[in-house]
Each structure stands twice: as C-alpha cells, then as structure tokens.
C-alpha cells in the first residue's frame, strides 16, 4: 500500500457499496442495506497484479464493477491515474472506459450468443471508433484472435461452437481490443477445468509483459491467486482484513480468516499433508444485512479472547515497511 504515488494506477479510498433493500409492491420501504462493500482501502500500482480473494458473497465482484463504474458506490473515492472517477458523468465514463475493462466468471453467460466470435472481440473496436476501414477492422480482429491463442478462421463460429476455455480466450479478445490499461477479471478461471486453468493464466501473464498491463485479479482460490498476483488482499464480509505481497502472505500469513484459507489448499506431499495445521472455522458466514458488531470474523475466528473483538472494529495496520497489512486485534 505505500507505493510510489507516481506508479499507482488505481487508489480506493474507503470505499463502501451498500445495496438498499425495499418491502411492498407500490409504496416500497427501504428497511435496511446489504453491506457487500464496507469501507476498503488499497491502491494497484502500475504493471502488478493485485489478487482479491475471499469467499462467495464477500464483496470480490462488486469492488470490481465499483472500479469500472459499472455499480456507483455508496461513499468512498476511486481514482485512476489520479483522478477521481467517482461519480464521473457518462460521457466522461465511456472515455475512460478504454482504459478499464472486465474479463468476466462466465464465458459462455457473459457472450451474446447471436453474435459470431469476431463480432464480440470487434464490437468494442466500432463502439470506440478504432478503426478506420472495414478492411482495418477485421485485420484487427484476426490480429486478436492470433495473440489470445485462437485461429482467424474461427471468426465466423458462434459461441456454443467453442469449449469454455476457447470462450474465455473470447472474453480475453474482447477486453484486450480497446488496449486497456486495467483489467478486471472477476473469477476468470473458476468455471473451466484444472488443465484450462494454466492456460489462462499463462495467456494473462504474457499478455501483461507483452502489454503492459495491470491486473485486479478476483478469486476465491488462493492457490490460483499465488500463480500470478504479485500482491494479495484478503476480503471477508465487505472488509479487508489482510493485504502482503505473495510471499509474505504465503509464509507468514497474520490474520486468523488468511491461515483458515491457506489451510485449505491441499499439499500433494501427503507427509507434508499429515504434519501441517489445519485451521478449521465453525459456523457461517454472517449475512451482510446484519453483520456483527465488532470485528465481523469474529464469531468464527479461533483466537477472538478479547472484549474489544466483540465490540471494536480493527483497523487495517501496518506491520512491516508498507508490505504487510493486517486489522486484527490479537496479532
């Protein structure tokens, strides 16, 4: 978080997406809000990959979409190449829209089934007016379509005639047409298979050295995350609670919600398996309608002995030259 401010692409300032939720038919009443994003801080500095991790529902995805403008939040400040984007008019939105794009979790939901694949990956190219000719645009297309890994001949082809990793390459095509300079991608991995997921992740990789690009990469595997972030967040329930570079986070994780989820990630080495801890959480993830008072981990956190765990909400503190963060009370 104590990046250069000259290298930072992306600042989120206490940023808080609170969604109302509303009783009757005619006359609806508000009787309270869906916490999904609950005042977070962090910044993404130009060229690195920022992994966000956390379990379902823990606000991930719309951190994302706040960033892109595509949900407007609740309070808070964005800004991008700093300037604050929050709230930015709709003309002004689709200029920066260039420069921010989505890689979606579904890559079949997340393409128009009607439209041919070179229709998709080009549609951005017209909606931004980047080519000049017609000629221009479909070389433009095949040029994408090479660089994701697809052949030219497939332009044609409709999205049920790919497989779900050729699909994603599809949504690759598509938030890389405009050259961006962030890419969101929410869960782009999840829905495809072990030997698919590689692939991807080696193609974004490559794309990022090739393009220069920087990643906010959403998921909630860790040991995907580790492959291709070089800084890591931990989200749960709207709050970050921990926020290292890889290999601080991997080696001596601090928070009690980081250990939980590295836990979790089998070891093929089953001697290695036998020996390590297991960190086991009890109960359920609170709503987000009613979260508890406090530090909201802490009805399942193993180590909550304190009064002020059950009363007082931690903040995110620094622990180590600006490369280890961590809001917990009994670090």
Not at 2 to 12: A, G, Q, R, T
Not at 45 to 69: D, F
Not at 110 to 128: C, F
Request: hydrophobic share 35%.
């Amino acid at each position: 978080m104590s990046n250069n401010n000259d290298n930072i692409l992306v600042e989120v300032k206490d940023l808080k997406m609170h969604f109302p939720i509303s009783v009757g038919w005619m006359f609806k009443k508000t009787i309270g809000h869906v916490m999904a994003v609950d005042g977070i801080s962090f910044k993404i500095a130009r060229g690195e990959t920022l992994g966000l991790v956390g379990e379902s529902g823990c606000g991930k995805t719309t951190t994302g979409r706040t960033i892109l403008q595509l949900e407007r939040p609740t309070s808070g400040h964005i800004f991008f190449e700093g300037k604050e984007i929050t709230g930015i008019e709709e003309k002004a939105l689709r200029t920066l829209r260039r420069k921010m794009q989505m890689i979606f979790q579904d890559p079949f939901g997340s393409l128009n089934p009607r439209m041919t694949a070179g229709e998709i990956i080009g549609e951005p190219l017209l909606i931004h007016r980047l080519t000049q000719s017609k000629s221009e645009y479909e070389e433009k297309v095949k040029e994408l379509m090479t660089t994701v890994g697809l052949s030219p001949a497939m332009m044609e082809r409709y999205p049920h005639e790919f497989s779900g990793g050729q699909r994603q390459r599809i949504g690759v095509a598509r938030a890389l047409s405009v050259r961006p300079n962030l890419i969101v991608c929410d869960e782009p991995v999840s829905a495809l298979d072990v030997s698919i997921q590689a692939q991807i992740i080696n193609l974004l990789e490559e794309l990022q050295e090739k393009f220069h690009l920087t990643y906010l990469f959403i998921a909630h595997d860790l040991a995907v995350v580790r492959h291709i972030s070089n800084r890591i967040a931990v989200m749960y329930l709207g709050e970050i609670v921990e926020i290292a570079t890889r290999g601080d986070l991997y080696k001596k994780p601090l928070h009690p919600y980081t250990k939980s989820l590295l836990s979790a990630i089998p070891v093929p080495d089953p001697v290695v398996e036998a020996q390590r801890e297991h960190v086991l959480l009890e109960g359920e993830v609170p709503s987000p309608f009613n979260p508890p008072p406090g530090c909201k981990f802490h009805p399942r956190c193993p180590v909550a002995r304190f009064p002020r765990c059950r009363e007082e909400k931690p903040k995110l503190v620094e622990i180590e030259g600006g490369q280890h963060w961590v809001a917990c009370h009994g670090r």
